[in-house]
């Protein structure tokens, strides 16, 4: 480069841009080389890359979601307890069997309480024996209880409340038959020897379409005269053959009563000087055996309900008299 070219003055690059400065003298060149380093170093931040916080663009990294928690079930994976310690699938299955198995408990107690609250509703405590006692009657002894097992077909508040439904019963050629104990009014269809007897027997009972229970009730004796307790004693003892033998014959059993026993007690009571209400029990107790004996020649079903209605007509009469 010649002098010619010097003369014309200093190119200084500044940002891209050339700028060509005079030469004129040696103060004006101090001052303008002055002024170009003030240039330069203002214009130096101003050649940065313009990256100013204000104008950064800052990336926040978005939060995590949260995961939905999963159903425990057979076909989940592993979890996690609260302290991260992971549940096997096998625990899971395990509580899963303990919830089910508790549900289907729960529905069988329940079922069973229902069973048992039917068999024992029925078996009001008019007397202190229990009921799971299932002993067959024996005999007597002087100024014991009469103990005996009846299907009962409703309990009424009112008589004739009670008289309305017998009516409905002996219609369908069923006995019945009206006992006051204590407040309230029962209705009696039949006897047996035991408590599961008159069960069977009540749900014989069931298939003439009648409401049927079962229970045990206790006649209390009163104060009576050595002679007649000896009566009743006897009385007691045919009653609870003749009540066994019916309703074995009506369950289609077989009996276990002693014939020759029963003969005997019958001709006994005959042979004996009764007053009338003793008579008419043993009236009552020489109708059920007739009846039983027509049953056995006809095999008519009739002739042992009506040998039931007889011996609920004895009950009534003992009620009566030692009542």
């Known amino acids: 480069m010649d002098k010619s070219e010097?003369?014309?003055g200093i190119k200084i690059k500044i940002n891209g841009e050339e700028k060509v400065f005079a030469d004129k003298n040696k103060n004006v060149d101090q001052e303008a080389a002055g002024e170009?380093?003030?240039?330069?170093?203002?214009?130096?931040?101003?050649?940065?890359?313009?990256d100013s916080i204000e104008n950064k663009v800052v990336l926040v990294p978005a939060p995590k979601k949260k995961k939905m928690?999963?159903?425990?079930?057979?076909?989940?994976?592993?979890?996690?307890?609260?302290?991260?310690?992971?549940?096997?699938?096998?625990?899971?299955?395990?509580?899963c069997a303990v919830f089910f198995g508790s549900i289907l408990g729960l529905i069988a107690v329940k079922t069973i309480t229902k069973e048992k609250a039917a068999d024992t509703s029925v078996e009001t405590?008019?007397?202190?024996?229990?009921?799971?006692?299932?002993?067959?009657?024996?005999?007597?002894?002087?100024?014991?209880?009469?103990?005996?097992f009846l299907v009962q077909g409703g309990v009424f508040s009112s008589e004739d409340a009670a008289k309305q439904i017998q009516k409905k019963i002996i219609e369908k050629q069923v006995p019945a038959e009206i006992f006051k104990l204590e407040d309230s009014y029962y209705l009696f269809l039949g006897s047996a020897e035991?408590?599961?007897?008159?069960?069977?027997?009540?749900?014989?009972?069931?298939?003439?379409d009648v409401d049927v229970y079962w229970?045990?009730?206790?006649?209390?004796?009163?104060?009576?005269?050595?002679?007649?307790?000896?009566?009743?004693?006897?009385?007691?003892?045919?009653?609870?053959?003749?009540?066994?033998?019916s309703a074995t014959k009506l369950r289609g059993k077989e009996t276990t009563v002693n014939e020759e026993t029963l003969k005997k007690?019958?001709?006994?009571?005959?042979?004996?000087?009764?007053?009338?209400?003793?008579?008419?029990?043993?009236?009552n107790?020489?109708?059920?055996?007739?009846?039983?004996?027509?049953?056995?020649?006809?095999?008519?079903?009739?002739?042992?309900?009506?040998?039931?209605?007889?011996?609920?007509?004895?009950?009534?009469?003992?009620?009566?008299?030692?009542?």
Do not use: C, H
């Not at 007690?265 to 009236?283: D, H, P, R």
């Not at 020649?297 to 008299?321: C, H």
């Open 265 to 283: 007690n019958m001709e006994k009571l005959k042979g004996e000087n009764l007053s009338s209400e003793l008579s008419q029990m043993n009236n």
């Open 69 to 95: 928690p999963k159903l425990i079930g057979f076909g989940t994976g592993t979890l996690k307890s609260p302290d991260k310690r992971p549940i096997k699938p096998f625990l899971i299955a395990v509580i």
């Open 36 to 50: 170009e380093r003030e240039q330069t170093d203002d214009s130096f931040e101003w050649i940065l890359p313009d």
């Open 6 to 8: 010097k003369s014309k």
């Open 194 to 208: 035991s408590l599961t007897a008159s069960k069977e027997l009540a749900l014989f009972l069931k298939s003439y």
């Open 125 to 148: 405590s008019i007397t202190t024996a229990s009921p799971a006692e299932d002993t067959k009657p024996e005999t007597m002894e002087q100024g014991a209880q009469l103990k005996t």
């Open 285 to 323: 107790l020489s109708a059920a055996a007739k009846l039983i004996t027509e049953y056995e020649t006809s095999k008519k079903e009739e002739y042992l309900l009506q040998a039931q209605g007889s011996l609920l007509d004895f009950l009534l009469n003992y009620q009566k008299i030692v009542g």
């Open 215 to 245: 229970k045990e009730i206790n006649f209390e004796p009163a104060s009576k005269s050595q002679k007649d307790e000896e009566t009743l004693d006897t009385m007691k003892a045919v009653y609870s053959s003749l009540a066994e033998t």
